[in-house]
Every structure is written in structure tokens, then in C-alpha cells.
């Protein structure tokens, strides 16, 4: 119920270019993607894998909640960056108003 509940809030959450396009690009070559399908098209033979082929619905929530957590991390490392750049920022600040300060003994 959990995974249905965000992945209807996915739903809502939707831009306009992923209403649109909402298939990702893949990664895998020509003959890859041959070799994929026809594992896909032959029926599963152990446990394992034909509980998994129960959830192939899913694909299209778990590709949007992995795509939202390397956003994630993508902002995470940006922000790091970016306080590392006002930390660096603010030294010179500070060394320039110190180099500029009148002292009483001037």
C-alpha cells in the first residue's frame, strides 16, 4: 500500500515533459537490448524470478523513485560544493575588511 500511495503522488507530482515522454532512454547497446527482451519474453523458471515477473508493473515507479534519488544526491553534492564556496568566499571577505580596518593607533 505503502509503494501504490507514492506512486500515485508520483502521478501527481508528474511534469509536463515526463507526462510526455515518460520512457527513459537506454543505456544498453543493440545487441543487449535483443538479449534483454528475449529474456523477457521466456517464462520464468525459478521462484525468485517469477515473483519478481509479478511486479513488472512497478518498473515505471522504481525508474521515477531512482531518477528522484540521484536528483537527491546530485542537489546534496551541489549544496556541499556551494557551502564550500561561501566558506572560501567569506574568508576573503573577512581578510579583506581586516586589511581595510582603521586601528586606533593609525
Do not use: H
Not at 507526462?19 to 520464468?44: H, R, T, W
Request: glycine share 2%; hydrophobic share 40%; charged share 30%.
Amino acid at each position: 500500500q505503502r509503494i501504490l500511495r507514492l506512486a500515485e503522488m508520483c502521478r501527481r507530482l508528474e511534469t509536463e515533459e515526463e507526462k510526455v515522454l515518460p520512457f527513459y532512454s537506454s543505456s544498453l547497446a543493440e545487441g543487449e537490448i535483443q538479449d534483454a527482451q528475449q529474456v523477457l519474453e521466456d517464462a520464468p523458471a525459478e521462484p525468485l524470478a517469477q515473483a519478481m515477473w509479478d511486479y513488472v508493473g512497478l518498473e515505471r515507479f522504481w525508474q521515477r523513485f531512482n531518477k528522484a534519488k540521484l536528483e537527491e544526491q546530485a542537489l546534496e553534492q551541489e549544496q556541499a560544493a556551494l557551502r564550500k564556496r561561501n566558506q572560501w568566499l567569506r574568508e576573503l571577505l573577512r581578510r579583506y575588511l581586516a586589511g581595510i580596518s582603521i586601528t586606533q593607533e593609525m
